[in-house]
C-alpha cells in the first residue's frame, strides 16, 4: 500500500500552522515542521512558532530540535524527517508536513539528494563572491553548463555552488539524480493577494513587539554568546540585537524586519510557483480555505 503525506506550504503569514492544527483535529495527522527557523530552541515569538498549549494536544515533531549555536544543515533536516515520518506511519498516524522553506520541502516532496552534497569550501566561497556575476557565471558554465541553464540571471549563491561541488567533487551537480519516492504526497499551498499579505506581515510583526519580541531576544544573547550562522539568518533577531546594541532604533528594527519579511514573502512566492503539483487556496477568509483544504485532504485519503 501506497504511504501518503500531505504538505501545506506557501508564504509567510498565510496561515498554515493554524490550518494545519484544524486539519489534524479532523484526521489522523501528526505534524511535521519544514521551517527552517522553528528548529531553535527559545526562537519562538520572532518564528511565530504555535506555543504548546495552542497545539490542540496534536504532536509537532522537529521543533525545539537545537541550540541557537548550532548549524543544522538540510542534509539533517532530511535525515530526521524521514527518520520522523517512518516512525510516524509505525504509529497508524499520517505526516502533515508544514512550512515556508521550500527547498526543505522539496527535499521531502522530490527527493533531492542532498545526503551527497559536497562540504562548504570557504576559501573558494570567497574567492567567487569577488568575481562580477558574468565572469562568475561563464566560469560556472565552463564546468556545468545543464545546472547553469536552470539558474537566474543574478543567482550568485546557486552558481558557486555549482562551481564549488564540481571543485570539491569531481563530478557535475546537474548528473546527480534524484531516487524515486516512495510517498505520495497531497501538497496545497496558502496564498492571499499580496496587499492583504503584506498588511498581514505588518500587522503581525506588531503583535510580536507586544507579545514580547524584545524580552526573547534579551533572553537568547543572555544564554548564547556565540549565535550560528543560521539562526543569525532568522529575521528580527539580527533587528533586535542592534536596537538592543544602540546602533539602530526600535522603530528602524520594526520597518527593518517589516522590509525583510516582505522580501522573504516575494521571494517564497516567486519558489512556490516553481512547485509542482500544488493546489493553491487563497487563506484570506480562513474557513472557506479550511474547507477546501477538508475536501481535498478527504477525497487523496480516500
Same mark, same amino acid.
Given at each position: ?18 490550518? $494545519? ?14 521551517? $527552517? ?173 507586544? $507579545? ?91
Amino acid at each position: 500500500m501506497t504511504k501518503k503525506a500531505v504538505v501545506i506550504l506557501g508564504p509567510t503569514a498565510t496561515h498554515k500552522s493554524k490550518l $494545519s492544527i484544524a486539519l489534524a483535529q479532523k484526521f489522523p495527522f501528526e505534524i511535521v515542521s519544514a521551517d $527552517s527557523m522553528q528548529f531553535y530552541k527559545g526562537m519562538d515569538i520572532g518564528t511565530d512558532k504555535v506555543p504548546p498549549e495552542k497545539r490542540a494536544g496534536i504532536a509537532h515533531h522537529l521543533l525545539d530540535i537545537i541550540t541557537i549555536e548550532e548549524e543544522f544543515s538540510i542534509a539533517d533536516f532530511k535525515k530526521l524527517a524521514l527518520k520522523t515520518m517512518q516512525e510516524i506511519y509505525l504509529r497508524g498516524s499520517i505526516p502533515l508536513i508544514v512550512g515556508g522553506s521550500g527547498l526543505y520541502i522539496r527535499t521531502l516532496t522530490e527527493n533531492f539528494p542532498v545526503e551527497e552534497s559536497a562540504p562548504p569550501d570557504e576559501k573558494l566561497r570567497e574567492e567567487l563572491s569577488q568575481m562580477d556575476i558574468y565572469n562568475l557565471r561563464k566560469l560556472a558554465e565552463e564546468v556545468d553548463f545543464d545546472a547553469v541553464s536552470k539558474v537566474g540571471l543574478q543567482d550568485r549563491k546557486r552558481l558557486i555552488r555549482i562551481v564549488e561541488y564540481y571543485k570539491s567533487t569531481g563530478k557535475k551537480i546537474s548528473e546527480v539524480s534524484n531516487k524515486p519516492q516512495e510517498v505520495l504526497f497531497l501538497k496545497i499551498g496558502l496564498i492571499k493577494p499580496r496587499e492583504v499579505l503584506y498588511r498581514d506581515i505588518e500587522e503581525r510583526i506588531e503583535q510580536m513587539f507586544e $507579545s514580547g519580541f524584545i524580552d526573547e531576544v534579551k533572553a537568547l544573547r543572555e544564554q548564547y554568546l556565540h549565535w550560528s550562522k543560521t539562526a543569525l539568518q532568522a529575521i528580527g533577531y539580527k533587528e533586535v540585537l542592534m536596537y538592543l546594541s544602540g546602533a539602530i532604533s526600535l522603530d528602524e528594527a520594526k520597518r527593518l524586519m517589516k522590509l525583510r519579511t516582505r522580501h522573504l514573502a516575494k521571494r517564497q512566492i516567486t519558489w512556490f510557483k516553481k512547485e509542482k503539483c500544488v493546489h493553491w487556496i487563497d487563506s484570506t477568509n480562513f474557513s472557506e480555505a479550511l474547507k477546501k483544504a477538508e475536501e481535498l485532504v478527504k477525497e487523496f485519503l480516500g
